[in-house]
């Protein structure tokens, strides 16, 4: 009987229905210890079973918390032969954690995926329950990847439910309930039920403040012994009772239970095999199983609650435990076992211990468990007698820290190895660490000083990447003379980078050597590695070459999907996205940076998902939708800070207030790298147009001739056919805006296209030419109804009106079908229009196939179809 429990028991039992029903969910049961989670998921165990519902559990085990894998491989281990049904790259993801593949996992997040496949796979089959107890003890790895399927489960028939201690596992995004304390009523039916006698419930209840295993070791303490005194704090009270039973028991018992408590995963025949070294049996283990302080199968022994275990542990001395940990070590078959036990069994340091967990430490960054190799090179820097080994295993643990995404634990270790060495050789190599976690936190410019600070003291070859880094870093930092410098490195190695020095020559304003250099890193850069490739998007983006920056980010995204390497993919989207809405593919754009968004808060990358939001605010700039822009546009980091600037200069621009548009441009486009990219360069047109529309031509001069240099050093038509519409407002030439017309039919910016012919219709209205301004101006409104950018399409009816043109102006927006879709619907209609597979599309968007067709459900009738067959008949550009 569960008393005071039927809040938590509804909530439950709702979870497990809705997920029945296809709704599927996670939840996290947060309390003390002993507040009755596991009582719970019991609970929901036996219901869940009893209405068809198969049950997976997994329980966290303190010792067991640096074993990378090691809660998955408990939950997964009953439905393993279900792997080979998952696409080939998460199929081996999970072989390389069971034990069963050495394929090297590349991505962390891709395990996660493959968890959430394979219990989407099992749902098909009847609905599934999965139940985590002490959640705060699972291994990092584990926490990361069913976190990571926690959060996307969505219409699967998947019920997960986590239970926690207050502190140690945290779940930004998922539902927690809080199982309360019992009242007095609950407590005494509780202590009534055990046997316990009126004259001492009073007592026990005050003592146990409504914990209610407090209220059962207490009341079972107090019936046995009336008299009896316990300690302050129910945690200790809890604790002491235990310790007290384990007291009471023979020496061989106590000795056989340490060893159940450092072995930890319950596997008795390792814990026998061990035992016998220290001279004890399983026939010592029948005391502490008739006390009811453990449970004993064929194969495993399990402690009835996990705070028996830690009394058991934490009573022992430490020569003790270290014996036992040595015996758990030479017993185990399993090498990843036994380094787990080595470093507690050794208080010196030594070489063999040391090299026997640099290879686990391998074994774990192969799967990806970078949390857990990063632990491991810990242990093995205290295990190393040599300081500057010491030094290099706490940069490798500094590296896998940041590689598992936690930069704060990165920047520590890497400080530590610092202020253990100042050999150069040393330092060099952990420059690149400190580095990355310097710009994971946003200072890029030191993080560029560090690496262009320690080049000289590395490998050739190792340099030359620092220093396309420290470039790189350079750049996002605005600090022109870093990015000349590393340039100039990079020249004295004799090391050609076109990119690198096309930036050195930009930052100089030199643009005639400087983009035919970037454009030479297009070129060159799809047939050469992926280093190269990267170069060659980012050298697109910076030339404005829209059409191949596109090509190359669906590429990059395809690829990450492909590869499953989801940690990768946010960057690679928000790339995309950016195109997208270049591109006037709005509602794409807005499904890029929505799964994004959602994947970088996911996997913890929270400064991307701030910087994702320069996308939409860009949007809603063109549609008009102000409170959107202003509201997006608030935390936008520094990184993004022209993205931002620009989108709110452009809505002020739509709203005529030119003097704010003109000194927010300014402002964010002043000295600096940033200055000579594609996007400021670009919104050199609207600070042109501001000062003219403020009859301050002089404010519009300087930055439309660094514009006209810019395009015409390049050969992107879009940037060519903007300085002309900037010279037309400037001159006033009809000629300039011919040419400007002329040049967008071969660009890729439909808004630019637009705005030009919105300009030169209202030049030819005023010219008194109304007829050739009512064509100009028809076709600007046109492109602002498709893109629904609704100011300027009231500008463009209002001029229409002017010209005397009755008819377009009552007509209304057009409403695409495509705009009654959720971004994820979208990507998944495209998809299913293109022929792919429900499996397929749920690879492709980390989704399960039933999640899928959830989404196809709900699109069909917004779309007006009902079935795949129609939907491929639809125009969905």
Request: hydrophobic residues 45%; charged residues 25%.
């Amino acid at each position: 009987m569960l008393y005071g429990r039927s809040t938590e028991l509804a909530a439950l039992e709702d979870l497990v229905a809705r997920a029945r029903g296809g709704r599927s969910g996670a939840l996290v049961l947060r309390g003390e210890a002993g507040i009755g989670k596991t009582a719970l998921l019991n609970r929901a165990a036996e219901s869940a079973s009893a209405s068809g519902t198969r049950v997976l559990r997994v329980t966290g085990v303190e010792p067991e918390s640096d074993l990378a894998f090691g809660g998955l491989v408990q939950l997964l281990w009953p439905v393993q032969d279900r792997l080979d049904a998952l696409p080939e790259p998460q199929a081996d993801a999970l072989r390389a954690v069971l034990g069963a593949g050495r394929t090297r996992t590349q991505d962390r997040f891709l395990t996660g995926l493959a968890v959430l496949t394979l219990l989407a796979d099992l749902a098909e089959q009847e609905p599934l329950l999965c139940l985590v107890d002490d959640a705060q003890w699972l291994d990092q790895a584990t926490a990361e990847a069913l976190l990571f399927a926690g959060r996307r489960l969505a219409a699967e028939q998947v019920a997960m439910v986590f239970a926690t201690r207050e502190e140690g596992f945290a779940a930004p995004g998922l539902t927690e309930l809080r199982p309360s304390r019992l009242d007095t009523g609950d407590a005494v039916r509780l202590l009534a039920d055990m046997g316990l006698p009126p004259a001492l419930r009073d007592q026990v209840i005050a003592e146990s403040a409504g914990n209610p295993l407090a209220l059962i070791e207490f009341g079972a303490a107090r019936r046995d012994d009336p008299g009896k005194f316990t300690p302050v704090t129910v945690a200790d009270r809890v604790l002491s009772s235990y310790r007290a039973q384990i007291a009471r028991l023979p020496e061989k018992t106590r000795l056989a239970l340490l060893v159940a408590a450092a072995e930890g995963r319950g596997d008795l025949p390792l814990q026998m095999k061990a035992a016998r070294t220290l001279g004890v049996g399983l026939e010592d283990l029948e005391d502490a199983e008739r006390a009811d302080l453990i449970q004993v199968t064929e194969s495993t022994v399990a402690f009835r609650h996990p705070l028996i275990g830690t009394a058991a542990y934490q009573g022992a001395v430490l020569a003790r435990r270290i014996a036992v940990h040595q015996a758990l070590a030479d017993a185990a078959d399993d090498p990843d076992c036994r380094a787990r036990h080595l470093p507690l069994a050794t208080t010196s340091p030594d070489n063999a211990v040391a090299d026997e967990l640099v290879a686990a430490a391998d074994r774990a960054a192969d799967r990806s468990a970078y949390a857990a190799a990063s632990l491991l090179h810990q242990q093995v820097a205290r295990l190393t007698p040599d300081r500057r080994a010491q030094v290099r295993r706490l940069t490798d643990a500094a590296a896998l820290a940041l590689n598992a995404g936690h930069a704060g634990q990165a920047e520590d270790l890497a400080e530590q190895a610092e202020r253990s060495t100042d050999e150069p050789e040393d330092l060099a190599r952990l420059a690149p660490v400190r580095a990355a976690v310097m710009f994971e936190l946003g200072n890029q410019r030191e993080a560029a000083r560090l690496l262009l600070r320690q080049t000289p003291s590395a490998d050739p070859e190792w340099g030359r990447g620092m220093l396309r880094t420290g470039a790189t870093y350079s750049w996002f930092a605005g600090d022109a003379d870093l990015v000349r410098e590393a340039a100039r490195r990079l020249a004295s190695l004799g090391e050609a980078d076109p990119m690198v020095e096309g930036m050195a020559y930009l930052v100089d304003d030199d643009y005639a050597r400087g983009l035919p250099l970037l454009e030479r890193a297009v070129v060159v850069g799809p047939d050469g590695g992926d280093a190269a490739r990267t170069r060659a998007l980012r050298s697109a983006i910076l030339v404005g070459d829209d059409a191949t920056a596109m090509e190359l980010a669906a590429a990059e995204v395809a690829s990450c999907r492909a590869q499953g390497l989801i940690g990768a993919l946010p960057q690679a989207l928000h790339v995309l996205a950016e195109r997208q809405v270049l591109a006037g593919a709005h509602r794409d754009a807005e499904a890029s940076v929505a799964e994004a968004v959602e994947i970088a808060r996911d996997t913890g990358l929270r400064q991307r998902a701030a910087w994702l939001n320069g996308v939409p605010a860009r949007i809603a700039a063109i549609e008009g939708d102000e409170q959107r822009c202003r509201s997006l546009t608030q935390d936008v980091p520094d990184v993004g800070r022209v993205a931002g600037e620009s989108a709110l200069s452009l809505l002020e621009l739509a709203q005529g207030d030119y003097e704010a548009a003109l000194g927010r441009l300014e402002a964010a486009i002043g000295p600096g790298p940033h200055r000579h990219t594609a996007m400021a360069m670009a919104a050199v047109a609207d600070q042109v147009e501001a000062a003219i529309r403020l009859g301050q031509q002089e404010r519009a001069e300087r930055p439309m001739l660094a514009f006209e240099a810019w395009a015409q050093a390049g050969s992107q038509p879009w940037a060519r056919a903007v300085v002309h519409r900037c010279r037309a407002l400037v001159d006033g030439r009809e000629e300039d805006y011919v040419r400007a017309v002329r040049l967008h039919e071969q660009g890729r910016r439909p808004f630019e296209r637009a705005r030009t012919e919105l300009l030169y219709g209202e030049w030819l209205r005023r010219a008194r030419r109304r007829s050739e301004a009512r064509a100009s101006l028809r076709s600007a409104l046109e492109i602002f109804e498709r893109l629904r950018a609704v100011p300027w399409a009231e500008r463009a009816r209002a001029e229409l009106r002017a010209a005397g043109d009755a008819t377009t102006v009552a007509k209304a927006t057009a409403e695409n079908v495509l705009d009654r879709l959720t971004p994820q619907e979208l990507q998944v209609v495209r998809l299913a229009a293109g022929g792919n597979s429900s499996r397929e599309i749920a690879a492709q968007l980390f989704l399960s196939r039933r999640t899928v067709e959830h989404h196809l459900y709900k699109a069909y009738p917004k779309l007006g179809v009902g079935s795949r067959r129609e939907l491929a008949r639809l125009n969905l550009t």
